[in-house]
């Protein structure tokens, strides 16, 4: 079903003139009143991901000062993006119930006292009990899907999300300009700015945003608010968790590679931290950035076609990657002759820029699924699904250690990708030939009496 709306152009004589420009008032407002939101939403969600990974700056400077072990150090960065995805389908549920105007506003002005508060702390303990708090940045991207899809209609969404999920962008905000600040003033001033400048955007937020659609409508005809039950029955469909599947590795091997990758081009390729860390925010860049264009083309060309590429094209790409530094030696004529099988640091980074760029279209196709299938039910479907990939982003790090510390080998990292990669393909493309065959069947006429 296509949605649209009537333009009118020109000047238009006497009395229509007026009755048409009122038809086109409405559709005119509804645009801007959705742009309005889209925007909004988008710098706030911006603000929040860049509060989400402050812990990937300041983490180091605090392990130092309080003498932290590795295993302390990985559970003060991990503890964010882990709270961070489990309150995602909370929050998106509440978005549904409540409305992501308020709902966007309370988890950035709670997220901005526990990033301000971050910076009091004296003691782990305390740490950790603020970066739980800070975690909530995290679960905004469930509020505002939730909110942003109900200002567009159907075969604008995945745009429309795909623009949304550009505040991915905020990550590479902080790994910018943290470090600058860090440098001048000392992590506590980092916390500080980044608080205030979320609690701004937050007060801005309330006063420039609008109800969505759907609540305004709930409070002028006084409609009642669907029970739990409702809210949660999609949960029970096997579609929604193939869903989730696909955004593990779109959305949680991107933030899972994030992290992984200054430390995988220091050991592999010898590059050093100021280098390394350059080519990790670069891949982050264009990996948010070109969610946009993957939501495009999933309205142009259908989020299951666009959802096949990414998976085809992350296959080979993590297929290649996979491969280890290779020495083959055959006994020649004239004496042992020596094959080195390895892809140079100039091929990895060609090939890791690749996979980026395709995991952005993923997390848009996904996305643009959710509202199609699930059109009232978007907050707890969405969030569902954002939370699994969220903990994607944190459980894959520490599987990519394990998997170093068993095989000794720095590229089963990408082996444990292509495995999943390869699993969600195969998955997907039986339960679009299930679809197609029961499409067929419904299709077919009965016999005659």
Not at 219 to 231: D, I, L, M, N, W
Request: glycine share 12%; aromatic share 14%.
């Amino acid at each position: 079903m296509k949605v649209g709306g009537v333009l009118f152009f020109g000047t238009i004589p006497g009395s229509a003139r007026t009755k048409e420009s009122k038809l086109a008032l409405p559709s005119t407002e509804k645009n801007a009143e959705a742009t309005r939101a889209l925007s909004l939403s988008t710098i706030a969600f911006t603000a929040c991901f860049a509060a989400w990974t402050i812990f990937s700056i300041i983490g180091i400077r605090i392990k130092g000062e309080m003498g932290l072990s590795e295993a302390e150090f990985g559970l003060l960065v991990g503890t964010p993006v882990l709270t961070g995805s489990l309150v995602r389908l909370v929050l998106g549920v509440w978005t549904d119930r409540l409305g992501g105007r308020i709902v966007f506003t309370g988890t950035m002005l709670a997220a901005a006292l526990a990033t301000f508060l971050l910076s009091l702390a004296q003691s782990y303990p305390m740490m950790l009990i603020a970066a739980l708090g800070v975690g909530l940045a995290g679960g905004s991207f469930a509020v505002g899907v939730a909110y942003v899809s109900r200002f567009y209609p159907a075969n604008k969404q995945g745009t429309a999300l795909g623009v949304f999920g550009v505040g991915n962008v905020g990550a590479s905000v902080t790994t910018f300009l943290a470090p600058l600040v860090l440098v001048a003033f000392g992590w506590q001033a980092v916390a500080q700015i980044w608080a205030v400048a979320l609690a701004a955007i937050a007060i801005a937020f309330w006063f420039l945003a609008k109800d969505d659609p759907v609540i305004r409508e709930r409070k002028s005809t006084g409609g009642k608010v669907r029970s739990f039950a409702e809210e949660f029955a999609p949960l029970r469909n096997l579609q929604v968790w193939r869903f989730s599947l696909y955004y593990f590795f779109a959305f949680g091997a991107f933030v899972a590679l994030a992290l992984w990758l200054p430390r995988y081009l220091i050991e592999v390729y010898g590059f050093d931290i100021q280098t390394a860390g350059i080519i990790a925010a670069f891949y982050s860049v264009p990996a948010s950035i070109f969610r946009a264009l993957g939501g495009h083309l999933s309205d142009r060309f259908g989020a299951r076609a666009v959802m096949y590429w990414v998976l085809v094209v992350s296959a080979v790409a993590t297929f290649l990657l996979a491969i280890p530094q290779t020495e083959i030696v055959m006994s020649g004529v004239n004496g042992p002759i020596v094959f080195d099988i390895a892809i140079g640091a100039v091929g990895f980074v060609a090939l890791i820029f690749v996979l980026g760029f395709f995991m952005s279209f993923g997390k848009a196709a996904v996305y643009k699924h959710i509202p199609v299938y699930y059109p009232q039910s978007v907050g707890a479907v969405g969030g569902l699904v954002g939370m699994i990939g969220g903990l994607g982003g944190f459980i894959l790090p520490i599987l990519f250690g394990v998997l170093n510390d068993i095989t000794g080998v720095w590229t089963s990292c990408f082996m444990l990708l292509f495995a999943i990669v390869l699993g969600a393909l195969v998955w997907m493309h039986l339960a679009v030939r299930k679809i197609e065959a029961d499409s067929a069947s419904d299709a077919v006429p009965a016999p005659a009496q």
